[in-house]
């Protein structure tokens, strides 16, 4: 391991300046990629061997995941409270609540289950902003082949196509719930441009984009017809007798209880896995990113892919410790802001996609040109002072969050670089989902990060903010819809599919003694906490007293 | 700088005595001392208001009102969390607000608590984004939207000033209220119109 300029040699060799080179040395190409790029380490992946992907390639910690047992059988039910509904949305991020929104316009009676409070997800902490060709050198065209070139190949055409048509009125839905854009002198929507896009393109509210939509969203669902559970997630999804999803079992924190929730429709909105930390890596995600969608999905029999593709996000904070991880947009480095080493040179084009900048911040700590954080981290300057001298006041103005993110670090970066390093950011897979957001199982729709198609192997900033509404939009309409065609009949709903499940993991002699999903990340110690004791009763934990 | 990192902290979490290095977060440092923490944590960044606590620094009386994921652990220090938020009690639809005429009437059916405001100070006092919330309430009430939302661009709703108010005032609603009027009325981008007329007339396609 290459040894890094520590810290304070470094911050006292730098020198704000305007305008730096890059030098043409730079670039590997693909090399790039795949010498760095935590997605070609080749021992981390492991084949599938139950489930409907069986077979393919999965990351090592989530396979581990997707390959558990579940937390709840048949005698955990017995005596849980039943409840009907007519749509079920799992999940209060900006995804869920579109859906909610939507099928709750739709006439359709609407839960909605969060595993915290409604509004904890991904969302809120999304900062740059979202994609949708509104300006006049713009089309919806150029918008497809950006995202399509970005994805690196494998992305369905079929669902970006329909996303960034669907841009430009996802923007006015979202300004009729009351949001607010970052706007010109004549109210004009301003746009920024975004790694690997060909026109600006990136709709904002200055750092706080996905703040500003949650906010608004949450307030919209308080003050609609859907009944709002939170701290409930759910741990198991329910099946009929065909096998089509028919609700789910929610485990309450509150008074630690399981409830069956009787669904015509059911939609996941539960976000990614940044909280598994893959590769020992930090994360900009929430708390609760710890994949629970994904396998409440798989254990139902919902087809998956790419599930060995993330992303991470190349400025993610390296110092101080106690801040590591959180995000600083891209916004950023669309705004100009350089990427340096420790010897205060760039070495990449700072907007390049993100997979790209991320290999090469990871290169240059690599090779011992990077800075040396402590606590075993490194980093590289994102240099925030040359955007300043160009565009005096611009970080107050437009950058309020890493103002505050500074205030926080006890570093002004106005002048003063930030360290940065990549933090897991997205997952690029998911569940398979058609235009409406339907997966490969009847009445289960999946949306948001929990999919996966939209964004290929490479997801572009602001698309996912894009997505979210869109396909969250169209679930919520298309699962209220299909509340008519299941009709009046009464159904059994079971934990059948678990039985098949469990079968399946026992011939594939997969040990029974990991229990998903996780719900929470290890270092919470939520199995630990006497608290939920209630909710444990099938916990087959190796006994050590 | 790493002689620097192995400095330990002693300080009091939730009533439990806590040591741990310095440079950790209040909710990294009870996670470090082995206790488990699920209820009152979010983004871990500083936008969900999820993670909201009291703190008492050492030699001090006062206590002030912080997020637990960006306080920095001191010597001394005694935090408790605040956990369940409360839902907003008032309920309004924008569409149901006929035109931008009739805002001002609208919020004050909305919200009737807002002009009682005493001017006492609490919820500013006790914001952890230093918004000047109680001048938010007052423009609010004279019906100037615009502004008082702009006072807000950092709100995170978290809950603090609605639990500070003796007049049962929910502050940051009536911000939320105020930007959100002014979007739903006043936003109108000429670009974004022109663009989706041009998409209602099918001018523009994606060939895949």
């Keep these: 391991m290459a040894t890094n300029t520590p810290y304070d040699a470094a911050i006292r060799r730098y020198q704000p300046l305007a305008e730096r080179p890059l030098p043409d040395s730079a670039e590997l190409g693909d090399a790039l990629l795949e010498r760095y790029h935590p997605d070609y380490i080749p021992d981390r992946f492991v084949e599938l061997t139950v489930g409907p992907n069986a077979g393919d390639p999965c990351h090592r910690q989530l396979a581990d995941v997707l390959q558990s047992d579940s937390r709840i059988d048949e005698a955990d039910l017995a005596a849980s409270a039943e409840v009907e509904t007519d749509v079920l949305v799992i999940g209060g991020g900006g995804a869920g609540c579109s859906a909610a929104l939507e099928a709750a316009r739709a006439g359709a009676r609407v839960i909605l289950a969060t595993k915290l409070r409604l509004g904890d997800s991904n969302t809120v902490m999304a900062e740059g902003g979202i994609q949708a060709s509104v300006e006049k050198d713009d089309t919806p065209q150029m918008h497809y082949d950006d995202t399509v070139k970005g994805a690196s190949g494998q992305i369905d055409r079929k669902l970006a196509a329909q996303m960034v048509m669907d841009g430009p009125d996802v923007i006015r839905w979202l300004i009729q719930q009351g949001m607010q854009f970052d706007l010109d002198q004549y109210g004009d929507l301003l746009a920024r441009r975004a790694g690997g896009t060909s026109a600006p393109r990136v709709l904002y509210f200055r750092d706080y984009t996905g703040l500003e939509m949650m906010r608004v969203l949450r307030e919209a669902v308080f003050n609609s017809d859907v009944e709002v559970w939170d701290y409930c997630p759910a741990v198991e999804l329910l099946s009929d007798q065909s096998g089509h999803c028919a609700g789910a079992v929610l485990s309450s924190l509150k008074d630690y209880r399981y409830s069956l929730i009787k669904a015509k429709s059911v939609i996941v909105a539960t976000g990614g896995i940044g909280r598994l930390h893959l590769n020992g890596f930090p994360t900009s995600n929430h708390f609760g990113a710890v994949g629970d969608g994904l396998v409440l999905a798989y254990r139902l029999g919902a087809k998956l892919r790419d599930l060995d593709t993330f992303q991470y996000h190349p400025t993610g904070l390296a110092y101080p410790h106690h801040l590591g991880g959180t995000l600083i947009t891209e916004g950023v480095r669309s705004a100009g802001a350089y990427l340096l080493n420790a010897a205060c040179e760039r070495f990449i084009d700072e907007l390049r996609p993100r997979d790209h900048v991320a290999a090469a911040i990871i290169r240059e700590c690599a090779e011992g040109r990077g800075v040396d954080a402590g606590h075993g981290e490194s980093g590289v300057w994102l240099d925030t002072p040359s955007i300043e001298l160009r565009h005096p006041g611009i970080i107050e103005q437009r950058f309020p969050k890493l103002l505050h993110l500074g205030t926080k670090s006890g570093i002004d970066p106005r002048e003063q670089p930030m360290l940065i390093y990549p933090t897991l950011h997205y997952q690029n897979g998911g569940v398979v989902i058609n235009r409406q957001g339907a997966s490969t199982v009847p009445g289960l729709y999946c949306i948001g990060e929990v999919c996966g198609g939209v964004h290929g192997r490479n997801r572009l900033m602001g698309n996912s903010l894009l997505e979210i509404i869109s396909f969250g939009r169209r679930a919520g309409t298309a699962a209220a819809k299909r509340v008519h065609g299941v009709g009046m009949r009464q159904k059994k709903v079971s934990l059948e599919h678990l039985r098949a499940f469990r079968r399946e993991l026992m011939l594939a002699q997969m040990p029974l003694t990991q229990q998903s999903p996780l719900l929470f990340p290890e270092y919470a110690k939520f199995e630990k906490d006497s608290d939920y004791d209630g909710l444990r009763r099938n916990t087959r934990v190796d006994d050590d007293g | ?208």
């Excluded at chain 2, 369940?84 to 309004?92: D, G, S």
């Excluded at chain 2, 914001?127 to 009430?141: F, N, Q, R, S, T």
């Excluded at chain 2, 939302?149 to 809950?159: H, I, P, R, S, Y």
Aim: with cysteine; glycine share 6%; proline share 5%.
């Design chain 2, 1 to 208: 700088m790493t002689e620097d990192a192995k400095k330990l902290i002693n300080l009091r979490i939730n009533g439990k005595d806590i040591c741990a290095p310095e440079a950790l977060s209040v909710i990294q440092a009870l996670w470090y001392a082995g206790y488990p923490r699920v209820k009152g944590v979010g983004c871990l960044q500083g936008v969900c208001g999820s993670c909201r606590v009291f703190v008492r620094r050492a030699e001090s009386s006062e206590v002030s009102t912080e997020l637990g994921c960006e306080l920095l652990i001191e010597e001394g220090m005694d935090v408790s969390f605040l956990i369940y938020p409360i839902p907003p009690y008032q309920t309004y639809r924008l569409d149901e607000i006929p035109n931008s005429w009739e805002v001002q009437a609208k919020f004050h059916e909305i919200f009737p608590e807002a002009a009682q405001c005493r001017h006492c100070g609490g919820c500013t006092t006790t914001c952890p984004k230093d918004i000047d919330v109680e001048k938010g309430v007052e423009l609010a009430v004279k019906g100037r939207f615009r502004e008082a939302g702009e006072l807000f661009v950092q709100c995170v709703m978290c809950n603090l000033c609605q639990t500070a108010c003796p007049e049962l005032i929910t502050p940051n609603h009536v911000a939320l209220f105020s930007r959100r009027v002014t979007a739903y009325f006043h936003t109108r981008p000429s670009n974004l119109i022109n663009r989706l007329e041009k998409m209602r007339k099918g001018e523009l396609q994606v060939v895949e």
